[in-house]
């Protein structure tokens, strides 16, 4: 980034809070690549779910969980093995949800990493052994195979009982196992329609989808149309499709740059006092006044004990206190021809804070000084 742009992106810290303003203007928008701002329809990645039995563990596991119990049972039935599952007394064992996500064009064998997350008392999952657990996708069909040791990142001792001394370093009843799932089957690739693909913009926009179809025809006249503001059709020229050159003209415009539009917004979250908001917009003349006035009210209690050896009770009196503080009000002069920049420089200048901001925008906002939507997070 150049100096001249740096120097007007203000970052300005405020109090103890955070206070970003992001400027963004229409002359100097960035660049993005295609593949950045937008994705190719039907090949998105698959997500895999499964119920297991973690073993192994020291003692944390489930405590009197019957769902564990009966799933240990069913699990020895498969070794001939037929135990009551009252019977089982163990806390070695816990059952767990196992979850994974599978990228596009992945190949039956591939291995993924799978997250293991306890579902019943177990205090820790430290130690222990993901035994071979079914994977489905959405559609309730077998996609993968699971199995193998935690890998916890964390750690946890002591007793937490009356008198005891814990100490707990991350959270201990989630883990990952990494490659720790196989993939059962090859995925069915279904991003090529008739020689087109579809892009679908991350962030819906009528002038970004025009600007994508304006820059892929500028290299390839004639093949790409913009179906709605989230929707990019791009079809593959045929003396590719022929020679086989698909993925060749796909990496081609993915590397594409574009100048994405976006929306003039004022995005707030006052519990932390972050403010972002979006430079392409101008602010109409008007003038705040700001102020605050703090009111303080407590009281102090005294005693007075009696004296010895008698039999009065000890007095409490209560002495009120109040002080008022009121700062004097700021006034200022928003000009018309204003943009976002300059209002938080004069903001910045006065010492507001994030919340008075807030309420500033707000009021701008709602006089129609501002053309933009304030979003509350």
Do not use: W
């Not at 814990?166 to 990952?176: D, S």
């Not at 991350?202 to 989230?230: L, M, Q």
Request: charged share 20%; proline share 4%.
């Amino acid at each position: 980034m150049s100096n001249s742009i740096a120097a007007r992106l203000p970052l300005l810290a405020i109090a103890s809070s955070l206070l970003v303003v992001g400027m963004v203007c229409s002359s100097e928008a960035i660049e993005a690549r295609l593949k950045d701002i937008a994705r190719i329809d039907g090949l998105q990645d698959s997500e895999l779910i499964g119920y297991g039995v973690v073993v192994g563990l020291s003692g944390t596991g489930d405590q009197d969980l019957d769902q564990t119990k009966r799933t240990i049972a069913n699990i020895l039935m498969n070794f001939q093995m037929s135990i009551p599952y009252t019977d089982i007394k163990s806390k070695n064992v816990a059952a767990v949800m196992v979850t994974a996500r599978v990228p596009a064009f992945h190949q039956k064998g591939d291995r993924v990493d799978v997250q293991v997350s306890s579902m019943g008392d177990a205090k820790s999952l430290e130690g222990g052994v993901l035994l071979m657990t079914p994977m489905l996708d959405a559609n309730g069909k077998l996609y993968a195979l699971a199995q193998g040791s935690l890998s916890i990142g964390g750690y946890s001792t002591g007793s937490s009982a009356a008198g005891g001394d814990a100490k707990t370093k991350n959270y201990t009843t989630v883990g990952r196992i990494p490659a720790g799932a196989t993939i059962a089957r090859d995925q069915v690739a279904d991003f090529l329609q008739n020689g087109r693909i579809r892009l679908i913009l991350h962030h819906p926009d009528f002038t970004t989808a025009d600007r994508i179809v304006h820059v892929i025809n500028g290299k390839y006249e004639g093949s790409t149309v913009a179906v709605d503001a989230g929707t990019v059709v791009v079809r593959i020229p045929d003396s590719m499709l022929d020679l086989n050159e698909t993925p060749g003209f796909i990496a081609g415009i993915e590397g594409l740059m574009v100048v994405p539009d976006s929306e003039s917004k004022i995005i707030v979250n006052e519990r932390t006092g972050t403010i972002v908001m979006g430079g392409n917009v101008r602010i109409g003349e008007a003038i705040v006044a700001h102020g605050n006035l703090t009111v303080h009210i407590g009281s102090t209690l005294s005693t007075y004990m009696p004296q010895p050896f008698t039999k009065d009770k000890p007095v409490v009196t209560e002495k009120m206190t109040d002080e008022t503080k009121e700062e004097p009000a700021k006034v200022f002069l928003v000009p018309g021809t204003a943009t976002v920049q300059d209002l938080a420089e004069i903001l910045n200048q006065l010492g507001t804070t994030p919340r008075d901001m807030i309420s500033i925008l707000e009021a701008l906002r709602n006089l129609g000084a501002i053309q933009m939507d304030v979003v509350s997070m």
